[in-house]
């Protein structure tokens, strides 16, 4: 188990996700991490999963942590795309498709936030022009934001459950352009001498976002959905899929792809396209 202890001390990120992880890792990997062939080591590891019956989010996220537990103990790169087709390919569903408002019922929304809900408009307005995680939001803190620049520098990532600052999930700064609309209503909240203070009470928007919804005969979407809004609007809008992805956080250009694929894979008139 000496490989496993060592590798427990590697996992980083939210408080919250390392729990997750190191809980997946010590339930469906550890228990087998022992001196032997890799290959002996992993089939033993798809034995336990298909054994426990275990959900495809949670495999998913299990893959994750196993590639990068062969590659800390094996030094050998793992073909979880090729294990995951082999062992449970018959098990994966299509992606459900992504549930989003539309520019009518993204201003309806908004316009109802404003009238009903303070807080909860200035939040809605920044997630959705600005398409960060909602940890991230309630992270932010006033010397984050560069009005003059029109920009936000995301470092951080609240996590609501122990109200403990840690890493944003990919572990990665970014830095991204924000939209005249929100920096007028950052500047209008800013209180000078407030640099270190956080931006937004934190609380768990989507009771209040759920509510909103119903109230306003909208579809209902989760927080998280307000971040689907903000990429697929721009995608359909024709902006760079790469300048999308990094305004998002993502770790590679494919996640972007993935997500959205429904977007990119829209038939386009090519008629004439040289004339």
Known sequence: MGMANDYRATIYGRPA??????????????????PQPVQDFVDRVMEDWKENKLSMGTIKTLFSILKDFVKF???HDLDTKRLNFLHFG??????????????????????????????????????????????????????????LKGEITISKSL????????PTKTKQTR?????????????????????????????????KLKALCKQGGLPVISWHALRHCYATTLLEKG?????????????????????????????????????
């Open 17 to 34: 996700t390392v729990r997750a992880k190191l809980s997946l890792f010590d339930n469906h990997i550890a228990p087998y991490a022992r």
């Open 73 to 75: 103990a094996w030094k």
């Open 90 to 147: 018959d098990r994966v569903k299509p992606q459900n498709k992504i549930k989003v408002w539309n520019a009518l019922e993204v201003k309806a929304a908004l316009t109802d936030a404003r009238i009903k809900d303070w807080d909860l408009f200035c939040l809605m307005t920044v997630a959705l022009e600005t398409g960060i995680r909602r940890g991230e939001l309630f992270a932010l803190t006033w010397e984050d934001i560069n009005i």
């Open 159 to 166: 996590d609501l459950d122990t109200n403990e600052v840690g």
């Open 175 to 207: 830095t991204i352009q924000m939209s005249a609309n929100v920096a007028k209503l950052l500047e209008k909240c800013y209180l000078p001498g407030r640099e270190g203070d956080r931006c937004f009470k934190a609380f768990n928007p989507n009771q």
């Open 239 to 275: 902006i760079s899929p790469k300048w999308v992805s990094a305004q998002l956080g993502h770790a590679k250009l494919s996640t972007t792809f993935d997500c959205y694929w429904e977007v990119f894979n829209k038939k386009v008139n090519i008629d004439g396209m040289y004339d």
